[in-house]
């Protein structure tokens, strides 16, 4: 059983910068995909970045590239979001994720659904003004 905590809930003016984090505990394995997704009113749960946890890989989805970077301790318990150049539609419930990693094959369209993923965190409010 894995247990997910998000922490790091704030209100930012566009163009700020916010970083939460989620802490992992229970069965957690090294081979996991560990990722962020975030919902928003009236909207679906959306994969915004991922990292692999076996080699550090990250994938991004094309919203955030450039601005949001995903990273996991050395432990790889905990997972961060440093979220830059924050706008308005970046607001949202922030919830992270993990499950073992898609296939190869699979995994460029798979690692940003909510089905590729059993074990949730309770999600962190985000709010971009």
């Known amino acids: 059983h894995v247990q997910l905590v998000e922490s790091g809930e704030g209100s930012v003016q566009a163009g700020g910068s916010l970083r939460p984090s989620c802490t992992a505990s229970g069965d957690t394995y090294g081979s996991w995909c560990m990722a962020w997704f975030r919902q928003s009113a009236g909207t679906e749960r959306e994969g915004v970045a991922v990292i692999e946890a076996a080699d550090g890989t990250k994938t991004y989805a094309q919203s955030v590239k450039g601005r949001f970077t995903i990273s996991l301790n050395d432990a790889k318990n905990t997972l961060y979001l440093q979220m830059s150049s924050l706008k308005p539609e970046d607001s949202g419930r922030y919830y992270c994720?993990?499950?073992?990693?898609?296939?190869?094959?699979?995994?460029?369209?798979?690692?940003?659904?909510?089905?590729?993923?059993?074990?949730w965190g309770q999600g962190t409010q985000v709010t971009v003004s």
């Open positions: 994720a993990v499950d073992w990693c898609p296939s190869a094959a699979d995994f460029g369209r798979k690692w940003y659904r909510r089905t590729s993923y059993g074990h």
